[in-house]
Nanobody, 124 residues
Framework: VQLQASGGGLVQAGGSLRLSCAAS????????MGWFRQAPGKEREFVAG????????YYADSVKGRFTISRDNAKDTVFLQMNSLKPEDTAVYYC??????????????????WGQGTLVTVSS
């Protein structure tokens, strides 16, 4: 599957952004999807996940209550709605997919497919 992320940009603290990740190549609903982020000088970290076939969503504690992951299987797209953004949310955001995930996908090594990343910058 190929992934194309978009929607990043510059926003002031407290603002909102919506990221999109369009998938192509395979049946989207069979894939677990995840959003990760990587800030300069830091390791890639899990942000949010969406289980395949309506299996639910889950979040990192740092974004719980502010970010929402959703998916439109008819459009082969996963979204990340980000509200109440903070300067510490500044990072390159990546979407990821895997069709063989067993359990929750908190670790980046569990995913086989990655988008190219989209930069989110939150100014204070």
């Amino acid at each position: 599957v190929q992934l194309q992320a978009s929607g990043g940009g510059l926003v002031q603290a407290g603002g909102s952004l919506r990221l999109s990740c369009a998938a192509s190549g395979r049946t989207f609903r069979w894939y677990d999807m995840g959003w990760f982020r990587q800030a300069p000088g830091k390791e890639r970290e899990f942000v949010a996940g969406s289980r395949r076939s309506g299996g639910g969503t889950y979040y990192a504690d740092s974004v719980k209550g502010r970010f929402t992951i959703s998916r439109d299987n008819a459009k082969d797209t996963v979204f990340l709605q980000m509200n109440s953004l903070k300067p510490e949310d500044t990072a390159v955001y990546y979407c990821a997919a895997d069709e063989h995930l067993d359990g929750l996908g908190y670790s980046a090594i569990l995913y086989d497919y990655w988008g190219q990343g989209t930069l989110v910058t939150v100014s204070s």
